[in-house]
C-alpha cells in the first residue's frame, strides 16, 4: 500500500501528533484497568502492523502522557513506515 506525505515544508500546519489515549474506567479496579489498557494497546498495535506500519509507532504513543503531543517528525514516517513516498506518485 502507497502512503504519500508531503514534506513538513510544503504544509507547516499539517503535522501529527501522537498521545497515550485516555481510558476512562470508572468502575474497575487497578489491575482490571492496567489489564483493559494494556489490551487497548495490543489493539492499536495489531491494527497498526495489519496496515503496514511499524509497532514503534503504538509504543511510542503509549509512552507520551495523554495530556501532551509529540509531533511525529518527517524522519519518523518513514522509520515507521507511515508514508512510503515523500514526493508526489506520478499515478493514482
Given at each position: 500500500?502507497?502512503?504519500?506525505?508531503?514534506?513538513?515544508?510544503?504544509?507547516?500546519?499539517?503535522?501529527?501528533?501522537?498521545?497515550?489515549?485516555?481510558?476512562?474506567m470508572?468502575?474497575?479496579?487497578?489491575?482490571?484497568?492496567?489489564?483493559?489498557?494494556d489490551?487497548?494497546?495490543?489493539a492499536?498495535?495489531?491494527?497498526?502492523?495489519?496496515?503496514?506500519?511499524d509497532?514503534?509507532?503504538?509504543m511510542?504513543?503509549?509512552?507520551?502522557?495523554?495530556?501532551?503531543?509529540?509531533?511525529?517528525?518527517e524522519r519518523?514516517?518513514?522509520?515507521?513506515?507511515l508514508?512510503?513516498?515523500?514526493s508526489?506518485?506520478?499515478?493514482p
Amino acid at each position: 500500500m502507497n502512503r504519500f506525505v508531503q514534506p513538513i515544508e510544503a504544509v507547516p500546519s499539517a503535522r501529527i501528533g501522537v498521545h497515550k489515549p485516555e481510558l476512562i474506567m470508572p468502575n474497575l479496579d487497578a489491575a482490571a484497568a492496567e489489564r483493559h489498557r494494556d489490551a487497548a494497546k495490543w489493539a492499536i498495535i495489531d491494527y497498526l502492523t495489519r496496515m503496514g506500519a511499524d509497532a514503534t509507532l503504538a509504543m511510542r504513543m503509549f509512552e507520551v502522557r495523554h495530556e501532551s503531543m509529540e509531533f511525529i517528525r518527517e524522519r519518523d514516517f518513514a522509520l515507521w513506515r507511515l508514508a512510503t513516498s515523500f514526493s508526489r506518485p506520478l499515478w493514482p
